[in-house]
C-alpha cells in the first residue's frame, strides 16, 4: 500500500464549476501537508500549504486537512482553463517529502 | 533567469551509455534533490544532499550517482543507462524555515534510453 494515494483523474470539468481534489494517507507522522501544480513540460511549483487541521484559503483555492481520517483536500473555486494542470499533493516526513501520484485536472471553456 | 536550471532538458541516449545530467540554483539553498517522475508512480526521490558534504539515497537510487560540485550545483549521473531510467527527471532545491520546508523545482530534464 503506498503511502499517499491520489487519484490520478483526468477530471474534466467545465469553467466556473467547483473542482475538489482529494489525497489519503496512511501514516500519522506526517505534519505537513502541501499541494503543488505543474503545468505541462514545466516542474511542480508550491500551491498552497497546511500544518493543521482545518481549512486555509487563498484566493480561490482552499485547502482542507482532516487528520483523524488522514484526508486532505483542495478546492478550487470558480476554475478557469488555466487551472488545467496536474496537481500533486505532498506530506513531509523526516525532513522527505513525500509526493502523491497528481490528479490531472482539465477546465473546459 | 530561472532560479534552478536543468541541463540538457532532452536527451536521447542508447543502452549503456554513461550520462549526466546537471542542475545549478541561485537561490542560495543548502538542500538539493533529484527525483523521477513517471506515469502511474508519480516524484520519487533519487538522491539528496543537504549541504556540500551530504550526500543520502532515497527511494531510488540504484543505478543512479550523484555529485555535488559546490552548494550551488548538484549532478546527477546514470553510470550505464538501461530503458526503464526513461522517464522525467526534477531536479528541486529546498529551505527549511519555522519547521516548514518548500521545495522548488526546475523545469526538469526529459530522457529516452533505446
Known amino acids: 500500500q503506498k503511502e499517499v494515494e491520489q487519484d490520478p483523474g483526468p477530471l474534466s470539468v467545465p469553467e466556473g464549476a467547483i473542482v475538489s481534489l482529494n489525497c489519503t494517507y496512511s501514516n500519522s507522522a506526517f505534519q505537513y501537508f502541501m499541494w503543488y501544480r505543474q503545468y505541462s513540460r514545466k516542474g511542480p511549483e508550491l500551491l498552497m500549504y497546511?500544518?493543521?487541521?482545518g481549512n486555509k484559503e487563498d484566493g480561490r483555492f482552499t485547502a482542507q486537512v482532516d487528520k483523524s481520517s488522514k484526508y486532505i483536500s483542495l478546492f478550487i473555486r470558480d476554475s478557469q482553463p488555466s487551472d488545467s494542470a496536474t496537481y500533486l499533493c505532498a506530506m513531509n516526513r523526516f525532513q522527505k517529502l513525500v509526493f502523491g501520484t497528481g490528479t490531472r485536472l482539465l477546465v473546459s471553456p | 533567469d530561472a532560479d534552478v536550471t536543468q541541463t540538457p532538458r532532452n536527451r536521447i541516449t542508447k543502452t549503456g551509455k554513461r550520462i549526466m545530467l546537471e542542475c545549478s540554483q541561485t537561490?542560495?539553498?543548502?538542500?538539493m534533490y533529484w527525483y523521477r517522475q513517471d506515469p502511474g508512480l508519480g516524484l520519487r526521490l533519487i538522491y539528496y544532499s543537504f549541504d556540500v558534504k551530504d550526500i543520502n539515497k532515497g527511494e531510488i537510487s540504484d543505478g543512479y550517482s550523484v555529485s555535488r560540485q559546490a552548494q550551488a550545483k548538484f549532478s546527477l549521473s546514470l553510470e550505464s543507462a538501461i530503458p526503464n531510467q526513461t522517464a522525467l527527471y526534477f531536479c528541486?532545491?529546498?529551505?527549511?524555515?519555522?519547521?516548514?520546508?518548500?521545495?522548488?523545482f526546475g523545469p526538469g530534464t526529459r530522457l529516452l534510453v533505446l
Open positions: 528541486a532545491t529546498s529551505v527549511l524555515a519555522g519547521g516548514q520546508e518548500t521545495q522548488y
Open positions: 497546511t500544518y493543521s487541521s
Open positions: 537561490k542560495g539553498h543548502d538542500r
